[in-house]
């Protein structure tokens, strides 16, 4: 069992910039990919950013260039700093990793408002 608790949600402005973290516990050792998704109401939950392991890293196109996700595997932290914001960045922000064997695990969310 893994779990997360996610922080660093809030209401900025556009254009503004927020940093996202989230710390797992639990059986890390099983820790593969970790990764933030997000869901504007009304809408599916889709992915913002992933990266693995040894670093590499993917993106929505809607936030390449602006969104900077990254990992410290000594303290099972993931992060997703936010840049240049829009208002349709506004959202509530999931933590996601996926283990070895293939099991997902999500944090409670944390919401994201961008005012314009």
């Known amino acids: 069992q893994v779990h997360l608790v996610e922080s660093g949600g809030g209401l900025v402005q556009a254009g503004g910039s927020l940093r996202l973290s989230c710390a797992a516990s639990?059986?890390?050792?099983?820790?593969?990919?970790m990764g933030w998704y997000r869901q504007a109401p009304g809408k599916q939950r889709d992915l913002v950013a992933l990266?693995?392991?040894?670093?590499?890293?993917n993106y929505a196109d809607s936030v390449k260039g602006r969104f900077i996700i990254s990992r410290d595997n000594s303290k099972n932290t993931v992060y997703l700093q936010m840049n240049s914001l829009k208002p349709e960045d506004t959202a509530v922000y999931y933590c996601?990793?996926?283990?070895?064997?293939?099991?997902?695990?999500w944090g409670q969310g944390t919401q994201v408002t961008v005012s314009s």
């Open positions: 996601n990793v996926n283990t070895y064997n293939s099991i997902n695990y």
């Open positions: 990266i693995t392991p040894g670093g590499g890293t």
């Open positions: 639990g059986s890390v050792w099983s820790i593969n990919t």
